[in-house]
């Protein structure tokens, strides 16, 4: 588990820091291009746009891995007993149905049946949509580790309970 645990943290790592690095080097050239050279690049504002969007969808599955995402949790923090432990249940339960239909099944339909390519650099749009059933796998990923550290967690403080 450690093992998936490193090669996941390892992959989102290269991914976000290859998309940041792109987003660097893709505004240094369209300032450079635009004030030294006089001559504005056409593509680095789509460019840009699409890594943003990379970006910022494997950043929120890196912030579901790390469990640092934006959440409410009014209610979850003064739950307590049994009503906390169904409440987180079903919290867990609505994210895992919301990640797995609207980013890996919808994210995964709307890859294959894109036609379009992008005006300026004409890539097709399935590899701008393909970042959302890949983040949606992440965030899965990253929950089923999540349940199964709490789980030895839980199992190993009830063998020292019992010793």
């Given at each position: 588990?450690?093992?998936?645990?490193?090669i996941?943290d390892?992959?989102?790592?290269?991914l976000?820091?290859v998309?940041?690095l792109?987003?660097v080097?893709?505004?240094?050239w369209q300032?450079?291009?635009?004030?030294?050279l006089r001559?504005?690049?056409?593509?680095?504002?789509?460019?840009?746009r699409?890594?943003l969007?990379w970006?910022?969808?494997?950043g929120?599955?890196?912030?579901?891995y790390?469990?640092?995402?934006?959440?409410?949790?009014?209610?979850?923090?003064?739950?307590?007993?049994?009503f906390?432990?169904?409440?987180?249940?079903f919290?867990?339960?609505?994210?895992?149905f919301?990640?797995v239909?609207?980013?890996i099944y919808g994210?995964?339909?709307m890859?294959?049946?894109?036609?379009?390519y992008?005006?300026v650099?004409?890539?097709?749009?399935?590899?701008?949509?393909f970042?959302?059933?890949?983040?949606?796998v992440?965030?899965?990923?990253?929950?089923?580790l999540?349940?199964?550290?709490?789980?030895?967690d839980s199992?190993?403080?009830?063998?020292?309970?019992v010793a």
């Amino acid at each position: 588990m450690k093992k998936l645990d490193r090669i996941l943290d390892t992959g989102m790592h290269i991914l976000m820091a290859v998309a940041m690095l792109s987003l660097v080097v893709g505004g240094t050239w369209q300032i450079f291009t635009r004030w030294i050279l006089r001559d504005p690049s056409t593509f680095t504002e789509e460019f840009m746009r699409y890594m943003l969007i990379w970006s910022s969808m494997i950043g929120a599955a890196y912030c579901f891995y790390k469990d640092q995402h934006l959440n409410l949790d009014l209610v979850k923090r003064r739950a307590k007993g049994v009503f906390g432990f169904i409440l987180n249940i079903f919290i867990e339960a609505s994210i895992l149905f919301f990640v797995v239909y609207v980013f890996i099944y919808g994210g995964g339909r709307m890859m294959l049946n894109s036609t379009n390519y992008s005006p300026v650099m004409h890539i097709s749009f399935k590899a701008l949509y393909f970042i959302l059933p890949l983040s949606g796998v992440f965030i899965v990923l990253a929950r089923i580790l999540k349940y199964i550290q709490m789980f030895m967690d839980s199992k190993n403080n009830k063998n020292k309970e019992v010793a």
